[in-house]
């Protein structure tokens, strides 16, 4: 008997986590970048991940990915609004317990689906401004929000940018360096949303010299919503930053951390970016 249950654990434990990546639109190159996102999950070991892709444009009624197959979805998806009947499996696939990964533009998608922006937290373009929440800044250590006036979502020039942990005891940044240089992206500022729930783990200055807010923002969070767990990294625009070592790792962690709560790649790596100089991989 006890033989028969370890055997059962260990093979719970060996069992890839099941990811799903969600594109098909995006004004991001989404055919150069999934599988950039695919390739950073499966370098990890421990995520068995499929793609489900909508159609280009008009009728998406045939895109229905069967989320309940699946431990956590990963989007890459910035388009046309989902059916009803998806948007509502997606919502109770989170609701649930189902883990969610927000990729840099996937913020920018769905700004009337309420459900859809409490799980991102926060938010850029689509017509968003102060009637969907504040915007969320770090200030001296800490998260503020700033119901001010203004529109959501902006970016500077792209250029590399120090990244800072908020969180250093969070599963997904625990035991990462507290600053690193995370190589050439656009640096997502002045997003706003509901941002309930919402957790910063890491954050970097826009400084105005690139032309960004002059604010601390917030680009690695998590959110939970209801029975799920969100996490959010705002980074990821091109080739360049997908290929940070800094993003790869966040991506794989924040991806365990959504599916199950815990995180095992506690192993950082050798080639992880310092506060002088950025990484990538080829
Ligand atoms: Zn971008």
Known sequence: MLVF??????????????????????????????PLIKKALEDAKIFQVEVATSPPSGDLSSFKPKFSDYQVVVSNYNG?????????????FVKNG?????????????TSWLEYNEMIGLGGWGGRNEKNGPYVRIKDGKVVRDESKGNGGSHGRQHAFLMQLLDTEHPITKGLPEKWMHAQDE??????????????LAYAKAEKSTGGSGENEPLLMTVDYG??????????????????????????????WAATGKVTQTTIPADFPTAEKTSSRK
Not at 98 to 110: E, L, R
Not at 234 to 242: N, P, Y
């Open 98 to 110: 189902g883990g969610f990964v927000s990729v840099h533009a996937a913020n920018n998608a769905f």
């Open 227 to 256: 029975k799920g767990r969100v996490f959010h990294t705002a980074l990821g625009h091109g080739v360049e930053a997908m290929k940070c070592v800094g993003f790869i790792v966040t991506l794989q962690r924040g991806t365990e």
């Open 187 to 200: 640096l997502y500022d002045r997003l706003r949303g509901p941002a309930k729930n919402l957790k910063v």
């Open 5 to 34: 249950s370890l055997a059962l654990l260990f093979a719970a434990d060996a069992a890839p986590i099941k990811v799903l990546i969600v594109d098909g639109q995006n004004n991001h190159a989404w055919k150069v970048t999934t």
């Open 80 to 92: 046309q609004m989902w059916s009803k009947e998806t948007r509502e499996a997606f919502n109770d």
